[in-house]
């Protein structure tokens, strides 16, 4: 690939972005690490990430935020591209001199950020067709067009139809990825495209390919780039319109390679032959750092900071748009079909999903068969208990994959791409059929085998409280996977708290025996509602009142309808049991009943 030299092509009415930096200061507020928290719960230490910055990013040139590890690279790029919350700082942020409105802003904008966030079981070209389908107008058609000529653009033609893949399983090559996630980014054909560490992990030729492909977007489509970058060869500095030194913070230079040598000269320093001008910077720092803080350093363009006032451009706030590129069907249409893709092709967990249901089944059916055939009422409330809680527990292995969604989901709706509602309908509605296969699966051969209510429409009844706790449970899990910061902490929280709803769903303590502070959980048990459902179901109605559950001496003393009217299962407890009918009599009068509370109903 050779330099680019060409110069934005004339006759494009697009808006183009300059973004400008005013005395820019961000505080971090961080947790101590001690024990001081014991005593001030509230204990927090600032630390000043981002001093004074002053910088600006023009249309048609790449400009490199450098610096070594820890000097406020990434903080500063997040604050261009408006993730970072603008009560937070503390000086200005302008776009073409107007006061930045993140909302407004990331729209117009691109942001690549370090990790790829990819769904791995997509293709290269249906990553791009989804991405421009979400972001662009005008149908279809358009955005068929739009992926072709980022598919040349990118130099990704030759691996379209090849998934993307993950750790698990392999897919396109790493600077093949780098190049996918700023495709997906620059669907919509954003003015200005930001990037953090574009060459990270990638050889020196991958990593020269990708920085020769954005110095080409800037030079020839006018775009304003900024990335950051950490140590770049030669080569790829001698791309960089301007380069941005920090150091804790602190801007140490900003404008052209050359400048910098200049000024190092100027300081008294010698620059041996065949040395990095920017890594030998980096390593006098110390020194570049005393100058900036003398206010020294005269090569830094503040002639081109501006006033938050003028009026000389348009304002961005003007030209963007704040509505959605499609309506609400569509676009759950669109991420209905990009979720169906990916679950069918997830086959270990469709697989495992099914086969487990299958296998639960069957061995369920045996271990409990014909339990509600014969006088085995805890058998039966068991197996009705177990049911539950093998249900609720057994979507947890998908909370990896909604993390994993879940960074996407922010990075797409915080550029605009989709309503939030979009996703959890989408999502839904795609899991529904999915749900119910699996409840079917389970239930076919449980039902008939452990010997329920022989009634079409009982088990019809039974399928559906299966599908609904399944939903239940998938949402549950989909709820506690953005709530949680990762899978080991969401893990625990889940199995806490499932545990805790069947504690308090009167199984093994019952409603009135659960402390008043306590009894809201009750309520909020997920256990309790499907478990009075299938209660209900088995021994309720016309078939219920003449159900004979137990019985002592040929006659029967509870009855199905009894046993709900009795707020759960009851277990009889006979001692010295006489086939007399005087002896009867007697026992009755002493008969000793107990509620096992897993079953207790209000």
């Not at 973004?19 to 001081?36: A, C, E, G, H, M």
Request: proline share 4%; hydrophobic share 45%; with cysteine.
């Amino acid at each position: 690939m050779e330099l680019p030299t060409e110069t934005p092509e004339s006759g494009d009415d697009k808006m183009q972005y300059t973004i400008k930096t005013q005395k820019l200061s961000y505080w971090l507020s961080q947790p101590v690490d001690d024990f001081s928290w014991f005593f001030w719960k509230n204990a927090r230490a600032s630390r000043k990430i981002l001093k004074n910055v002053n910088c600006v990013a023009k249309p048609g040139e790449m400009m490199a935020i450098v610096g070594p590890s820890g000097a406020g690279k990434s903080t500063l790029l997040d604050v261009l591209a408006g993730m970072i919350p603008m009560s937070k700082l503390s000086g200005n942020v302008l776009v073409n001199n107007q006061p930045m409105d993140p909302r407004h802003f990331r729209r117009v904008s691109g942001y690549v950020t370090q990790g790829e966030v990819l769904f791995p079981l997509l293709t290269v070209e249906e990553t791009l067709m989804y991405s421009a389908r979400l972001r662009l107008r005008d149908g279809h058609d358009k955005a068929a067009a739009r992926v072709k000529e980022l598919l040349v653009e990118l130099g990704l033609q030759h691996v379209a139809n090849v998934r993307v893949g993950g750790e698990s399983n392999r897919g396109i090559s790493g600077g093949e990825k780098r190049r996918v996630s700023i495709g997906v980014d620059l669907v919509h054909d954003p003015a200005v495209l930001l990037i953090d560490e574009p060459t990270s992990g990638l050889d020196s030729v991958s990593a020269l390919d990708v920085v020769l492909l954005l110095k080409s977007m800037a030079v020839k489509q006018g775009k304003t780039i900024v990335l950051t970058i950490h140590q770049p060869c030669h080569r790829i500095l001698e791309l960089f319109d301007q380069v941005l030194l920090l150091s804790n913070g602190t801007v140490l230079h900003q404008g052209s390679l050359s400048l910098l040598e200049q000024r190092l000269r100027f300081a008294g320093h010698f620059i041996p032959q065949h040395v990095n001008i920017l890594e030998f910077a980096m390593e006098v720092t110390e020194a570049l750092l005393i100058d900036a803080e003398e206010g020294n350093i005269a090569d830094v363009e503040q002639q081109d900071i501006g006033n938050p006032d003028d009026d000389d451009q348009l304002s961005y706030v003007k030209e963007s748009n704040l509505s959605y590129a499609n309506s609400l069907f569509k676009e759950v249409l669109i991420l209905g079909q990009r979720f169906s893709n990916n679950i069918c092709r997830t086959k270990e967990l469709f697989v495992t999903r099914t086969v487990q249901s299958i296998i639960a089944g069957i061995v369920l059916g045996t271990i409990f068969m014909n339990a509600f055939s014969v006088s085995k009422l805890q058998t039966q409330i068991g197996f009705l208990a177990f049911t539950l809680t093998f249900l609720l527990s057994s979507t947890t292995e998908g909370l990896p994959i909604y993390l994993q969604e879940r960074r996407i989901l922010m990075r797409e709706t915080s550029r605009g791409a989709y309503r939030i509602s979009s996703y959890v309908i989408s999502s839904t509605l795609v899991f529904l059929p999915f749900l119910l296969i699996i409840a079917l699966l389970y239930t076919v051969p449980v039902y008939w085998l452990v010997g329920l209510r022989r009634r079409i429409d009982a088990f019809l009844y039974f399928s559906l409280v299966v599908w609904i706790v399944l939903i239940m449970s998938n949402t549950f899990i989909a709820c506690f996977s953005a709530l949680v910061p990762n899978f080991i902490m969401g893990s625990s929280l889940i199995a806490g708290l499932i545990g805790a709803f069947f504690l308090f769903s009167g199984y093994f303590i019952s409603k009135e025996d659960i402390p008043k502070c306590w009894i809201f959980m009750h309520y909020l048990s997920l256990f309790k509602y499907p478990f009075e459902s299938l209660m209900i179901n088995e021994y309720g109605g016309e078939s219920g009142q003449n159900r004979c559950l137990e019985t002592v001496g040929g006659q029967c003393f509870l009855y199905g309808e009894g046993l709900l009217m009795q707020q759960g299962p009851i277990e009889q407890k006979v001692e010295g049991l006489s086939a007399t009918e005087t002896d009867l009599n007697n026992l009755l009068d002493s008969l000793y009943f107990y509620l096992p509370s897993q079953t207790q109903r209000e």
